[in-house]
């Protein structure tokens, strides 16, 4: 059964850390690339952070670089996205997302183009 799996969010003070991770399961994480998304209540869809299948490349939002950082341990079948200085507007559930890459490629694609998706996990930033 092919799923894909996010989990680490909180409920996190503003400056605060979180790590969240994307577990894949069913297929091989690594001849994939993958996207972290978020989405807050009344707002679009905003993509926070890409990386390529090998991990040597990574695309980050303006509005989270210098404060997240997306890593993946293709091993491991797993993503992850470092969150620090967390902020207010930080608030969303985020949602990874995977697409088989064939050879390069870029690092993001559109949303319609990844091929699996996981649930999303919570997180919430507030005193």
């Known amino acids: 059964q092919l799923q894909f799996v996010e989990s680490g969010g909180g409920l996190v003070q503003p400056g605060g850390s979180l790590r969240l991770s994307c577990a894949a399961s069913g297929f091989t994480l690594g001849d994939y690339n993958v996207v972290w998304f978020r989405q807050a209540p009344g707002k679009e869809r905003e993509r926070v952070s890409c990386i390529n299948k090998s991990g040597g490349a990574t695309n980050y939002a303006d509005s989270v670089k210098d404060r997240f950082t997306i890593s993946r341990d293709n091993a491991k079948n797993t993503v992850y996205l470092q969150m620090d200085k967390l902020k207010p507007e930080d608030t969303a559930t985020y949602y990874c997302?995977?697409?088989?890459?064939w050879g390069v490629g870029y690092v993001c694609y559109p949303m319609d183009e990844y091929d699996y998706w996981g649930q999303g996990t919570q997180v919430t930033v507030s005193s």
């Open positions: 997302a995977a697409r088989f890459q």
